[in-house]
């Protein structure tokens, strides 16, 4: 056979195949054989009829599809080895024309992306984290809310109330929220139920029963119901009030594990939260710096790797709104999914597809920034991560360790490990003054010179 290749955008290949017409026959004559042995042909008993007859019977055509039918695997995977390449996924192919037999596969392959000169020019800013006094003050406040107490009222319903209710609320005759003694606080600017539930609800006394309307809002998840008036009734069974404590000394003695001082536990709370914004900053700075790297690079890959990715990520939505597997299988499960989320699946696939292309080009810029500077994870770094996971757990920590034993476990865990020491070099190179990559460390130096 003779093949021609094409190098296509998107990382992928076009092999157009010439087969030979002596192998086309062979082919055609072993279909006439297969069909032969299966057809009912009136005087003639299976597998005997002449091949005239057998063609008269299905019609050269079905007998030329089957032989191509056939035949195209055997020719694909010679093509494959004879041009030496290795596929990422099933291609799609054609028939270009059928006598002589004439063929083209579209193959997807891994991208090649060269990263060498972008690490050079990689240079990101960091931004330096401020903490102000409102934010402190307002984790001392969330302190007071926490240790607050709360007291029965008897008057009319205000804004910080918690409320314990049965609520009852419909849209044309369909159940929007039914719930007895549901217990919530009346807090401005958050949003119960519907927009305006909150608001109808003060200035009412414990124990009334009232009804109001409200508009379902053009947001809301099911959207035969947007638009639509919402009916409910609702029955005031408790009202409380929150009473804070006085934010003082003899406060800050009874909080956590207790503080000499006000001063003392501001000090912590501040401390707390530069922690936790340095945290966020540091996760924020990674996130920028591959993204800066990807913008360089802009990898370029097959589709059908988008079509993969996009895949799994509704099966991931789908496991993270089910607590336990439903009777019906996936099919079911995303029907009833997307009924819940008020989309089509085609709205629901657009709407991933974007997130799915983003993880795709930061997987590739990564594996290819993993092997350029030489990262490897070894046995003892697994080892020591499953130690760390594993502590302080108590009585849990044998058998989270069983979790761990086997192998899959421990090459999930050595590929998180991987990504983690990748960025972490990413963040070396961007961070650093020049703008061009620091030494490599000893484990890359090590590594370069055994594969050297």
Known sequence: MKISREELPDSQIALEIAVDDERLEKAKASAYRRLASKAKIPGFRPGKAPREVVERHFGEHTILHEAIDRLMPDVYKEALEQEQIDPIEQA???????????????????????????????????ESVEIDVERVQEGLESLRHRYATLEPVDRPIEWGDIVRADINGTVNGSPLVQEEDAEFQLVEDRTISLPG???????????????????????????????????????????KQEVLPELDD????????????????????????????????????????????????????????????????????????????????????????????????????????????????????????????HIEVGDEEVDAEIDRITSGVGDQSEELRRLFSGEEAKENLRRSLTTKKTLDRLVEIASSDEGTPPDEPEEAQASASRTG
């Open 250 to 373: 003899e406060f800050a003695r009874g909080v956590g594990e207790g503080f000499d001082s006000l001063e003392a536990l501001r000090t912590r709370v501040e401390t707390d939260l530069r922690e936790t914004l340095e945290q966020e900053e540091e996760q924020r700075y990674k996130d920028e710096v591959l993204e800066a790297l990807v913008d360089q690079v802009q990898p370029q890959f097959p589709p059908v790797l988008i079509e993969r990715e996009t895949g799994r990520m509704v099966q991931e939505q789908l496991r993270q709104t089910q607590k336990k597997p439903r009777k019906g299988g996936d099919r079911e499960s995303l029907e009833r999914y997307l009924q819940q989320v008020g989309k089509s699946e085609e709205e629901l696939v657009e709407e991933i597809r974007p997130i799915a292309e983003a993880r795709i080009r930061r997987s590739l810029v990564l594996s290819e920034v993993t092997d350029a500077e």
């Open 197 to 239: 539930f909150a608001e109808a609800l003060i200035g009412k006394d414990k124990g009334s029963e009232f009804e109001f309307e409200l508009t379902v809002p053009d947001d809301a998840p099911d959207e035969k119901m947007r638009g639509e008036q919402a009916h409910y009734h609702v029955h005031v069974k408790e009202l």
């Open 92 to 126: 799609s192919f054609e028939v270009v024309n059928e006598e002589p037999l004439v063929a083209k596969f579209t193959v997807p392959v891994l991208p090649t992306i060269e990263i060498g000169d972008h690490l050079t020019t990689l240079h990101v800013s960091r």
